[in-house]
């Protein structure tokens, strides 16, 4: 059964750091582009990024550009979401998506929560 | 970016009705478009890839048609568990974007 499962999500200051992961299982995470996308409370869908198969095809939303990465260890079956400079409206459930054809997003986790709040 | 815009931005039907919901991309995206359900405190479920195929497992009252700029999701008899909010996302180019969502809710 495919499942994807984040975590590292919790409560920090605007101006701190976090550090998201997305452990995959029942699929093997290299053949498979992968991808954050957050929800704010009570808000629609925002892509943040995505990462190639290979993790040499990084893309990364305009509003994280500078603050955020994105990478993989395929042999811990894991992609992660470095997050640094928080602000406040980063605040949101982020999910992991596997990316498949068509750039479809067919497999979803159940979300980390990330609050950024003094 | 690519604009995605859904209407309407909510829907009150009953059970057994018809029900459509369109997307329009601001510009050409052919037929790189997906639609997701999200029940609320739940994760979105892939409901169709490529304007018009259904993901695996989901019920055959779903389905998705258009190309280009204009799109729509129909759930063809709207069962209890239909309610639930839908979003359309293109996949044509970077950055990915989504429609605002439109609630199904119990007329």
């Known amino acids: 059964e495919v499942q994807v499962l984040e975590s590292g999500g919790g409560l920090v200051q605007p101006g701190g750091s976090l550090r998201l992961s997305c452990t995959a299982s029942?699929?093997?995470?290299?053949?498979?582009?992968m991808s954050w996308v957050r929800q704010a409370p009570g808000k629609g869908l925002e892509w943040v990024a995505s990462?190639?198969?290979?993790?040499?095809?990084?893309k990364l939303a305009e509003s994280v550009k500078g603050r955020f990465t994105i990478s993989r260890d395929d042999s811990k079956n894991t992609v992660y979401l470095e997050m640094n400079s928080l602000r406040v409206e980063d605040t949101a459930i982020y999910y992991c998506?596997?990316?498949?054809?068509?750039?479809?997003?067919?497999?979803w986790g159940q979300g980390s929560l990330v609050t950024v709040s003094s | 970016d690519i604009q995605m815009t859904q209407s309407p931005s909510s829907v009150s039907a009953s059970v057994g009705d018809r029900v459509t919901i369109t997307c329009r991309a601001s510009?050409?995206?052919?037929?790189?478009l997906a639609w997701y359900q999200q029940k609320p405190g739940k994760a979105p479920k892939a409901l169709i890839y490529?304007?018009?195929n259904l993901q695996s497992g989901v019920p055959s009252r779903f389905s998705g048609s258009g190309s280009g700029t204009d799109f729509t999701l129909t759930i063809s008899s709207l069962q209890p568990e239909d309610f639930a909010t839908y979003y359309c996302?293109?996949?044509?180019?970077?950055?990915?974007?989504f429609g605002g969502g439109t609630k199904v809710e119990i007329k």
């Open positions: 990462i190639s198969g290979r993790g040499d095809n990084i």
């Open positions: 998506p596997k990316v498949e054809q068509w750039l479809a997003l067919d497999y």
């Open positions: 510009q050409g995206i052919s037929t790189w």
């Open positions: 490529a304007a018009s």
């Open positions: 996302q293109q996949g044509y180019s970077f950055p990915l974007t």
């Open positions: 029942g699929f093997t995470l290299n053949n498979y582009d």
